[in-house]
Each structure stands twice: as C-alpha cells, then as structure tokens.
C-alpha cells in the first residue's frame, strides 16, 4: 500500500490551512476562547476550529433543515451548523451538561440562532429514541461519549432520510485505532469503525481530517 499524501501538519501549515479557510465571526471566535480558558483540560472535546466552516458547509451541501447533534460541549460545532441553517430549520442538540452548554446558550443568543437550537440535557439515547420513528433527520454530527458510539449509530440511521449524512468525529482517536489488543476507547472506536464499514445501508467515508472524521451518507 503507498500513501498518496504525506504532507506534514506543522503549526504554520495548520494556521495557512485556517487563514484560507471561511474565517469563524467574533461569537464563535469568543466561545472558541472561552472554552479553553474555562475548561483547560476538557478543551480538547471541542470540535476542531476547521471543521465549524467545514460542518457549515455540509448543512449547506445538503440543504439540511432537520439536524441532531450528539455531544454538544460548550456549542461551537452547534452554532456553526445552526448559522448554516435556512429559515425554519431547526437543530436538535443533545447532551448532559447544563454547566458547558451554559456557555453555549449564550454564545446562540449573541449570533442570533437560538431559536433553531432545541437543546435537550438528558442522555442522548434516551433523546434519540424519544425521537419520531419514520426517516426525517437530514444531518446528524455525532462527538460524544466514544463507548455509546455504536448506540446512536443504530438510533440515527433508520431515521436518516434517503440522502441524509452522519458525520462522526474522532474515528482515529489519536492512532489508537491501530491496536489490535488495546482496550478503552480506541478499541470502541475500533469496533465503530468496523461497524459502519459492514453496515450496507450507509456508504461512508473516513478522512484523516482533526483527529478522523466520518462522513456517511444513507443510502436510497
């Protein structure tokens, strides 16, 4: 097997990469700040600042009106996908903590797209399959607890619309995938993998974009 690439990431290429990229406004500039200065050591749960435009970019793509977020943290990724959003589309934003999305309740009203969030502070199971039954949901963007993974999966897709696209983030989980006998996480990322790979009613792909992203895209 070659690799078709094998440009390394440095700091200056991962700031060009930024500065030629659509720039993030001065709310999610500001909640993007704030997280890391209020929570330092839970910082890294925050979506990439690439993947905000990048999620964005998807809901236009798609012309989603109709999102579940799994795994919502302070809300950058949810306010990035819900200024992406067309009049009347609504984002359903699932997760435990009130204390983290305190933060991002505020950064949602500042932009102006609070009334497109619905967010839900319960386990996201339990939230999924409270959820109507039929396919309605046109994007899905799960980042939450590694070990549920599997769980949501199989809660989203039968209500995935024909069309519709679950993007997973942390798929490589920092290389870890790779062990064959590791156990944690990277071994339940592991298994997720393998399970969206056999799974014949989504066509998916993963990129080696932030830490593995997943797109997947549910069949007609």
């Known amino acids: 097997m070659t690799k078709g690439n094998s440009t390394k990431i440095t700091d200056e290429l991962y700031a060009y990469m930024l500065a030629h990229n659509p720039p993030l406004d001065a709310v999610q500039r500001g909640l993007v700040a704030t997280t890391y200065e209020k929570f330092p050591d839970a ?11 990048l999620l964005a970019f998807l809901v236009r793509l798609t012309g989603a009106r109709h999102i579940v977020e799994v795994g919502t943290f302070t809300g950058f990724s949810t306010l990035s996908m819900a200024q992406a959003l067309p009049p009347g589309g609504t984002l359903i934003a699932c997760d435990v903590s009130e204390e983290w999305t305190a933060f991002g309740r505020e950064a949602w009203e500042a932009a102006g797209v609070a009334d497109r969030i619905d967010l839900r502070i319960a386990p996201a199971r339990d939230t999924l399959r ?7 949901i046109d994007m899905a963007y799960v980042d939450a607890d590694k070990e549920s993974q599997i769980a949501y999966w199989e809660e989203l897709v039968p209500r995935m619309r024909p069309g519709g696209l679950i993007v997973t983030d942390n798929t490589l989980f920092h290389g870890t995938v790779l062990d064959e006998s590791g156990t944690g996480a990277g071994a339940v990322v592991r298994a997720f993998n393998d399970h969206v790979v056999a799974d014949t009613r989504m066509e998916s792909v993963l990129l080696a974009i932030s830490d593995g992203l997943t797109l997947s895209r549910k069949r007609a």
């Open 43 to 53: 910082a890294g749960m925050q979506s990439a600042q690439e993947q905000g435009p």
């Open 130 to 136: 409270a959820l109507p039954v039929e396919p309605h």
